[in-house]
């Protein structure tokens, strides 16, 4: 279908809106939540904003803590809202463009937490701009000293037109006509270092409701077609009816969705995996945590790399104190998959095989997984005190299928979780035995302080 047809159609589909006359009031808000909904989350995001369709939702209404999202997102959505939400309530009247009401629009969509980007919201543009199309060449708007011009001369025709509609002049163009074309001219001009394809498509939707039509928004499967029909048109002559067909079906979307609310049907739509699933891949930018799951070659790689070592660190420090004791008693117990649990011996001799790796070699051979391990160190009967007291520490590790957990009783509700394949400090072993040390030592003091 051309565009003049779809034009026809969409005329027809207004008369038949129209016909119903003024919308009980629970209709008309289904239906401006709706447009507000689709149009504040479509529009942005395709400007790079990262909220979610749910989380578009809960600044509409107010939340404005929206966790683990930036302030910059948060702000341009609830400054997007609030101006179209006045866009929408005004509704179908005469209307005129000026470069204030443009500035104005741009300065309450666009937020910005540098003193020196702040300074360039609502001014045109001071440097140029330019993009690279869906054919990866590069189209450099126009130039900064050429926007205060070519805005004057746009915003002149396209007022005309506007008094030329309103008047009901014979040689008046269609309002659609001069929405779209003000998109196209506007776009080709990029007033503004940025915001500008959302100022556009505010302020061809201004025009779309001051001349009575609903407002339309590019959904996320829609925007490659977008970008192209706008790339073809700037830069290789493409015919402008081509982008004009396009918006047109997206306006008879907009007039479906109003009858649809007039007849009681659910204008909800289902969740959109693929705008979630972009959004989403967007934010997952940046080293992955993980690089590997667990197996016994890489548990064993842990064991020789992170654990063992910190066993032997914990195994210095408290052998300073041995002097002041009777005994000490160290204990490794582990479980491997479907096995019960075993223990090492405490002597010397096998605790130096253990540091060389003996436990881990035996391990690895036998393609055994560890579930767990348990260390223990214990000092026994302090010499000091009559009581003859024992002081220790307990390190348990716990083997997940893709990380593995150093617990101890003071960290318990907070364990070190470590990726397999990644080695860690001196300075990081030191952090889970120093406050263990700490501990004891403590405790010593207490006993010393106290001598029965």
Not at 118 to 142: Q, S
Not at 228 to 242: A, E, F
Not at 345 to 360: A, F, M, P, R, V
Request: with cysteine.
């Amino acid at each position: 279908m051309s565009y003049s047809e779809k034009r026809e159609q969409i005329d027809l589909l207004q008369q038949k809106i129209n016909s119903y006359g003024d919308l009980n009031a629970d209709v008309k808000k289904k239906i401006n939540y709706k447009f507000r909904l689709d149009w504040n989350y479509y529009s942005n995001s395709m400007e790079g904003n990262t909220l979610t369709m749910d989380e578009t939702r809960s600044v509409m209404v107010g939340n404005l803590t929206v966790g683990g999202k930036p302030i910059k997102d948060v702000q341009e959505m609830i400054g997007h809202d609030k101006l179209i939400s006045e866009i929408i309530r005004i509704g179908k009247g005469e209307v005129r463009l000026s470069e204030k009401r443009i500035a104005d629009i741009h300065k309450a969509i666009m937020h910005e937490e540098d003193e020196a980007k702040k300074k360039k919201i609502g001014i045109w543009k001071t440097e140029p701009n330019y993009i690279y199309n869906y054919k990866g060449e590069r189209f450099d708007f126009v130039a900064p000293d050429e926007v205060k011009e070519r805005m004057h001369d746009l915003l002149n025709k396209t007022n005309a037109a506007i008094d030329a509609i309103q008047q009901n002049k014979k040689d008046a163009p269609h309002p659609l006509d001069v929405a779209l074309q003000f998109h196209l001219d506007y776009v080709v001009i990029h007033p503004f270092y940025d915001g500008n394809g959302r100022t556009a498509r505010i302020l061809t939707n201004l025009l779309l409701i001051s001349f009575g039509y609903p407002p339309f928004w590019v959904k996320t499967n829609e925007r490659s077609i977008y970008n192209q029909y706008i790339g073809d048109i700037q830069g290789y002559g493409g015919k402008p009816d081509l982008f004009f067909a396009f918006a047109a079906d997206m306006i008879l979307r907009s007039q479906q969705l109003v009858l649809d609310a007039i007849e009681g049907k659910d204008i909800e739509e289902e969740d959109d995996l693929d705008k979630e699933l972009s959004l989403l891949k967007a934010q997952l930018t940046g080293e992955n945590l993980l690089t590997t799951a667990a197996s016994s070659d890489n548990i064993c790689d842990a064991m020789e790399e992170n654990i063992i070592p910190l066993f032997i660190l914990a195994e210095e420090k408290c052998s300073s104190l041995k002097e002041f004791f009777f005994d000490i008693n160290r204990t490794i117990t582990y479980r491997v998959v479907n096995e019960t649990e075993r223990s090492v011996g405490t002597k010397d001799s096998k605790w130096e095989q253990i540091t060389q790796n003996w436990l881990t070699n035996q391990i690895r051979a036998d393609k055994k997984r560890l579930t767990n391990l348990h260390y223990t160190y214990e000092l026994i009967g302090f010499k000091k005190n009559i009581s003859a007291n024992s002081f220790g520490l307990n390190i348990q590790v716990i083997f997940n299928d893709y990380n593995y957990a150093i617990v101890t009783y003071l960290n318990g509700t907070n364990p070190l979780q470590i990726a397999y394949g990644k080695k860690i400090s001196k300075k990081e072993l030191q952090g889970v035995i120093s406050p263990l040390i700490k501990q004891i030592i403590e405790g010593i003091k207490r006993l010393n302080a106290n001598k029965t």
